[in-house]
């Protein structure tokens, strides 16, 4: 009986605190970026994309972003060629979401819970830049692995490192562990 309590407790917690993001985001999505006539990224994205550009120059590659024209995504030039777009799911926002929302219905102290949730936020934020960098590199230098890369070993990355910092509440941290 208190095991299904235990898992009551948790899809509530991780329930609700997802729809309660998630709630926030759109609203966010729906005030900050622009659909009809005039295409612009909200300015998550546009910082997501403008550190990639920053870090692509920093090791050699001529990067630029530009707003594109025709969708809400931003196009990321290097060296004089076209090789990605950049969209609101790239900015790891989501994924941050679902990491709060799984740390909150494992939650402990609230400060050892608000301290992880904003080092975990950051690291997955901070990981998901570099991951943009590399597979940028990656698409410049082997147009040909294109899908391998951005459908398979990219989001490896960022939802791997997700679940290792679960992992590392779960064992380290959460109320779960006593």
């Not at 550009?53 to 025709?70: D, F, R």
């Not at 990321?76 to 909150?104: A, D, K, Q, W």
């Not at 997955?124 to 398979?152: K, S």
Request: glycine fraction near 2%.
């Amino acid at each position: 009986m208190k095991n299904n309590k235990l898992i009551v407790i948790f899809l509530i917690k991780f329930f609700g605190t997802y729809a309660l993001l998630f709630l926030i985001y759109s609203f966010y999505l729906q005030s900050t970026q622009k659909t009809i006539d005039v295409f612009a990224c909200e300015p998550i994205t546009k910082t997501v994309a403008n550190q990639t550009a920053y870090i692509l120059n920093s090791v050699g590659y001529e990067a630029k972003v530009i707003q594109h024209t025709e969708e809400v995504s931003i196009k990321l030039i290097v060296n004089n060629v076209y090789i990605s777009r950049i969209i609101e799911g790239c900015n790891s926002v989501s994924v941050i979401i679902l990491f709060i929302s799984f740390i909150v219905a494992f939650s402990s102290k609230f400060i050892v819970t608000s301290l992880y949730i904003l080092f975990g936020s950051l690291v997955i934020y901070t990981i998901n830049v570099f991951r943009i960098v590399i597979i940028t590199i990656a698409l410049f230098e082997y147009p040909q692995y294109q899908m391998v890369l951005h459908d398979l070993i990219f989001p490896t990355i960022i939802y791997g490192i997700t679940f290792l910092l679960w992992f590392i509440w779960v064992t380290h941290f959460s109320k779960l562990k006593k």
